[in-house]
């Protein structure tokens, strides 16, 4: 059982109270998830040709001014890094690839969480709380965030097992549910070169969307895809520079309630949590159908 949140702001003066509005929605879902939780934030995209890196270094006590020296270093003058206790976002022109080779090589203990222009990704283990005020969940700002709470079933209860997940560039999803045929899914992903890092369940449906738009879909085809290809009870929720996106497997077991008004979009697995929001007493308020894709754009 694990809690998924969404919030997605339609007019940008509220951009500056996106993580205020979220924080009801996600100490809502603590009695579904304890253990862990993390928060995926899409804000303003960087410069053209420029990404941003979320990084866990594993510890509260992480050199971040070392590392943004040698990254400076590194990557250019041009490179900065913004530390938040063992979480840090770099910002530089350099390509992901040369990132994650620099981190592997200079931080081997370090994980790199999302990369892309808009994404910033924090996910921790302890109660939703804790984890909120540990990175300052309150002072979120952007467009839309992806959000979750765990309660493990399958695998161990780590940061690299809390979601959200990514794959790709400035895309992220939540599950709440448990995935059958996950491992054909990774049998089927690695020969193309695909990489995974854990053996979480959610990691393949992730990884599985992720490969279906670089190969040329759009998310919402990727998704009826995913119908065909992923087997078991879910919802899935998942963000991009620019869209949430919401769906939940045939027998549409796993809870999802979603409110919407002329100010917002808030998804969450029960409608307690989102009982508190401004304006919900006049929101639309439904259930989503089964098998049906539920797009909003940012």
Not at 1 to 29: D, F, N, S, T
Not at 84 to 107: F, M
Not at 178 to 203: H, M
């Amino acid at each position: 059982m694990c809690g998924i949140v969404g919030l997605l702001v339609k007019k940008p003066a509220l951009r500056e109270q996106l993580g205020e509005l979220m924080m009801p929605i996600l100490l809502g879902m603590t009695f579904r998830g304890p253990e862990s939780a993390g928060m995926a934030v899409f804000t303003d995209p960087v410069a053209t040709g420029r990404r941003k890196f979320s990084i866990y270094s594993g510890t509260a006590q992480a050199p971040w001014s070392s590392v943004e020296d040698a990254a400076r270093r590194d990557f250019g003058e041009d490179t900065a890094l913004s530390a938040n206790a063992n979480h840090a976002v770099l910002e530089t022109g350099a390509a992901p690839q040369q990132v994650r080779a620099w981190l592997s090589s200079n931080y081997p203990g370090y994980h790199l969480l999302s990369v892309g222009q808009s994404i910033d990704l924090y996910k921790d283990t302890g109660t939703p709380a804790q984890v909120a005020q540990r990175y300052g969940f309150p002072q979120l700002r952007g467009s839309h965030l992806v959000g979750h709470t765990r309660m493990a079933t399958e695998t161990a209860v780590t940061p690299e097992r809390a979601h959200p997940f990514t794959a790709g560039e400035d895309f992220c999803l939540v599950h709440n549910g448990s995935l059958s045929n996950a491992c054909s899914v990774r049998r089927k992903l690695e020969p193309l070169g695909i990489k995974f890092e854990t053996d979480n369940d959610t990691e393949a449906a992730c990884r599985f969307l992720e490969w279906r738009m670089r190969e040329g879909d759009d998310l919402e085809t990727a998704l009826e895809k995913g119908f065909d290809e992923l087997d078991g009870f879910y919802t899935f929720l998942m963000g991009t520079r620019d869209q949430l996106a919401l769906v939940r497997d045939a027998f549409a077991c796993k809870p999802a309630i979603v409110a919407e008004t002329d100010d917002y979009v808030a998804i969450s697995s029960e409608f307690r949590s989102l009982a508190k929001l401004p304006g919900v007493k006049n929101a639309h308020i439904f259930e989503p159908k089964p098998e049906r894709i539920y797009v909003w754009r940012a």
